[in-house]
């Protein structure tokens, strides 16, 4: 039998509840960002081409970068993201990017990639890139691109593109074959003696689960420090909220990764 990969991919479908978990995203980021303003830093020339630097602490920062399928949202719903990490003295970047179709999945990876390079200066320290959903399939792409970036804590996860061609994921990416192929990081170089992490709900879709797994065994052989987690009764939606909690795994994960690369 054929997979749905329709209903594989289509996560607002398949969790129902997604609004209100989004608007509480929203609420929560506004509430963080009157106790904490950031900095607003441009690191290009678009009105979207802004990151908030929410600072903590020296040594190296985390960037989050958002999901929505390279489409939707900004970085005003994500701010809670960095509360947890700047407990803990880590500070955090949350960048804004264009969307498709007004650009390609290309282009937003590049915009990142500036991004990462803006938070590098701006902390003189390397940068660990943590990502949801698109995001997290950014993090994996600089993870394997940019010598700044020594480890990825990419959640939900895609690697691997070509799957959300037949879906309606698609009508506003634009994919075909070949682009989806050169976009996916599966297919690319491992970044040797690097470090990825693939976190993703264990509610999600077979899809998502598989292509984390596929990332962590295809790049564990190639020199990669690889570890693969599935964070229990989580969804694509509430598998992000414990970097909001400074108690949990995921934080004092981002923190270690933070301090060891600190220390080469």
Not at 2 to 29: G, Q, T
């Amino acid at each position: 039998m054929s997979l749905d990969l329709e209903a594989e991919y289509n996560n607002r479908a398949r969790v129902p509840e997604h609004p209100a978990i989004i608007a509480s995203w929203a609420a929560e980021s506004k509430a963080y960002r009157n106790i904490n303003a950031p900095r607003v830093i441009e690191y290009g020339p678009g009105e979207r081409n802004t990151l908030d630097m929410f600072d903590a602490g020296e040594g190296p920062a985390v960037m989050f970068v958002h999901g929505g399928y390279w489409q939707a949202l900004d970085k005003s719903f994500f701010s809670h993201m960095a509360k947890g990490l700047n407990a803990l003295g880590v500070s955090v970047a949350v960048p804004s990017y264009d969307l498709c179709p007004n650009v390609r999945i290309g282009d937003i990876v590049e915009q990142m990639r500036t991004a990462a390079s803006i938070v590098q200066r701006a902390t003189n320290a390397p940068v660990i890139v943590a990502g949801h959903s698109a995001g997290g399939h950014i993090a994996a792409c600089l993870l394997a691109t940019e010598a700044r970036v020594p480890a990825a804590y990419a959640m939900s996860g895609l690697f691997e593109l070509a799957p959300l061609i037949p879906t309606s994921v698609n009508e506003k990416l634009g994919l075909d074959e070949a682009e989806a192929q050169a976009l996916s990081p599966l297919l690319w170089p491992a970044p040797e003696r690097k470090i990825l992490d693939a976190v993703v709900g264990g509610n999600e879709s077979s899809e998502y689960l598989r292509q984390s797994a596929a990332i962590v065994a295809a790049w564990s052989e190639d020199g990669v420090e690889t570890r693969y987690e599935e964070v229990a009764g989580a969804n694509h939606f509430t598998v992000i909220a414990p970097l909001a909690d400074p108690a949990s795994t995921a934080c004092d994960r981002l923190r270690a990764l933070a301090e060891r690369a600190a220390a080469n």
